[in-house]
């Protein structure tokens, strides 16, 4: 027999998604700046990065807040 999920357990699913998440994108994007930074430090196109990915992750954020059980 099949169990489903209870509302609790998703929700600690989804936290521990979102903390992967936003650790992954913490450490490339500290990673892409100190590349950025030591190639070439007045062009800053790591910015591009972090602000498009940092709409991904707040999105998820949004999502997961307004999310009706």
Same mark, same amino acid.
């Given at each position: 027999?099949? !169990?489903?999920? !209870? #509302?609790?357990?998703?929700?600690?699913?989804?936290?521990?998604?979102?903390?992967?998440? +936003?650790?992954?994108?913490? &450490?490339? $994007? @500290?990673?892409?700046? +100190?590349?950025?930074?030591?190639? #070439?430090?007045? !062009? %800053?196109?790591?910015?591009?990065?972090?602000? @498009? %990915? @940092?709409?991904? &992750?707040? +999105?998820? @954020? &949004?999502?997961?807040? !307004?999310? $009706?059980?």
């Amino acid at each position: 027999m099949e !169990t489903y999920p !209870t #509302s609790e357990q998703r929700r600690r699913r989804f936290t521990r998604y979102f903390v992967r998440r +936003l650790a992954d994108y913490v &450490i490339v $994007c @500290g990673f892409l700046a +100190l590349v950025n930074w030591q190639t #070439s430090p007045h !062009t %800053w196109w790591v910015a591009w990065v972090a602000a @498009g %990915w @940092g709409l991904h &992750i707040a +999105l998820l @954020g &949004i999502r997961r807040l !307004t999310d $009706c059980d």
